[in-house]
């Protein structure tokens, strides 16, 4: 009995295992900068597009009056949700919206620093704000996540001393001092992590996993210990929740930033990141004189997270967003084919941004349903949990292979390009390959199927 026991247990623990790397592989929409009741709105299509996860603004409380996006990334008080997004009651509306269409909630959370204003004011949430709160409390009590609204959360104490970052190879400044705008701004009061302020973090965070958040999204991660991230993170915060950290980093293994500070962060926490140096491979791969073979195998060279610690990107917000990261933004079709890249690969949970400010003429905006980033999920979908063999690669094209249930190619250059699939149990004989772009199809009736991939795009074939 004890041995037939210990086996069941084992099995058990390895089926957990393998469903949550297989939810972690799931394709998550960034809402980004999303009112919390448009998402709950479209919970229904959200779904239907195939989407498994949904990262939304930041819940807490900043100004209201202030809705440009990086308001949102100014918190006031941690105690109360309340912006110009929204506030609590719209935010469980959204996650009971979510829950009924099996769709997980993920929470951008802001732990680093409070917001810059009040003349730089280290009192929060302030006199003005406490006296709000108290000449309408059955509207701020409906807000409240946790703790005593009667009186302050942090004060001068709780942050480090005043000081912008002035050199980001620091690793001690990028994470002692502050993140300023220049021009004189004094930046934004940098959270000091002492006992006080930890707690208040865990009750923020175990507040919003009581109502319903799978996720966490880490703001500004590099600029936070190891130790203090440790220490808000723990073991009743992590369990069950998907957590994912932003450490924005200039290539892979090899550059001076990732061993400072993202091979830190991956070694001394069990968290996932943004594949930054994935993103940097594939900017490097797809640009003029890049080769795609390069995308191949890029963990191999160190271009690459692990698949389970991965949250894949083609852009995110912090890119188009802030002049010292739009080097990254590719040409469209580029950013389509790397995209296509993304979802069809086996490894990383790929993230889609959809955006509202209508940065760059709106070239994000809506991108969640339109009609090509919908067909890679829809593949992605069809394929989880498949390996996945390389093809061909060279310089223009790259191709793999998804178990027998798909087919991935990629042409970034400018002429069609024929692939040679050999075929010996490694696809399915007499069964329809379609790819979900343009309908093209094929089927496998010898020991090798030769495949066209037009210049200048991506086909993702699946076995109907």
Not at 131 to 148: E, R, V
Not at 235 to 257: L, Q, R, Y
Request: net charge negative.
């Amino acid at each position: 009995m004890i041995a037939k026991r210990s086996f069941f247990t084992w099995f058990l623990l390895l089926h957990t295992i393998l469903l949550t790397s297989h939810s972690h592989a799931d394709v998550i929409l960034h809402a980004f900068n999303w009112r919390y009741d448009e998402v709950a709105a479209k919970a229904s299509e959200i779904a239907s597009l195939g989407y498994k996860q949904v990262l939304v603004a930041p819940p807490l409380k900043s100004d209201a009056a202030n809705c440009a996006w990086w308001g949102r990334y100014q918190p006031q008080d941690l105690r109360v949700i309340d912006h110009c997004l929204g506030n609590k009651q719209d935010f469980q509306t959204m996650i009971n919206a979510l829950n009924a269409v099996n769709v997980s909630t993920y929470a951008d959370i802001v732990l680093n620093h409070m917001a810059n204003e009040r003349n730089n004011s280290t009192t929060f949430p302030g006199t003005a704000a406490l006296s709000a709160y108290a000449s309408n409390p059955g509207y701020w009590n409906n807000q409240k996540l946790f703790g005593d609204l009667n009186y302050g959360l942090f004060g001068s104490g709780d942050f480090h001393p005043e000081g912008c970052i002035t050199d980001y190879n620091d690793v001690g400044a990028v994470q002692y001092w502050r993140l300023c705008g220049g021009n004189g701004d004094r930046g934004l009061p940098d959270m000091d992590p002492n006992n006080w302020v930890r707690q208040q973090q865990r009750s923020y965070l175990s507040a919003l996993k009581s109502m319903g958040v799978k996720g966490f999204r880490v703001d500004a991660a590099k600029h936070m210990t190891i130790w203090h991230i440790n220490q808000v993170f723990d073991a009743t915060i992590k369990n069950g929740m998907h957590i994912f950290g932003e450490v924005i980093t200039g290539g892979g293994t090899g550059s001076s930033d990732y061993q400072k500070f993202l091979g830190p962060y991956l070694q001394y926490t069990d968290h996932s990141a943004y594949d930054f140096p994935l993103l940097n491979a594939m900017v490097n791969a797809f640009k003029p004189g890049g080769s795609l073979s390069a995308l191949e195998n890029p963990f191999a060279f160190g271009n690459a997270l692990a698949g389970t610690r991965a949250v894949t990107v083609a852009v995110t917000h912090d890119i188009p967003l802030n002049n010292g990261f739009r080097y990254l933004i590719m040409d469209p079709t580029d950013e389509h084919l790397a995209t296509a890249y993304l979802t069809g690969r086996d490894g990383g949970a790929p993230m889609i941004f959809s955006d509202k400010t209508g940065t760059d003429n709106g070239r994000w905006v809506d991108d969640y349903k339109q009609a090509d980033i919908t067909a890679m999920i829809a593949f992605h979908n069809r394929v989880q949990g498949q390996g996945q063999e390389t093809i061909y690669y060279d310089d223009c094209v790259l191709a793999f292979r998804r178990g027998k249930e798909g087919v991935v190619g990629i042409n970034k250059c400018g002429n069609e390009r024929w692939i040679e699939l050999y075929t010996n149990e490694k696809y399915y004989w007499f069964r329809t390959y379609r790819d979900v772009f343009s309908g093209d199809t094929f089927s496998i009736d010898s020991s090798s199927e030769w495949v066209r991939i037009p210049g200048r795009s991506a086909r993702m074939w699946y076995a109907d």
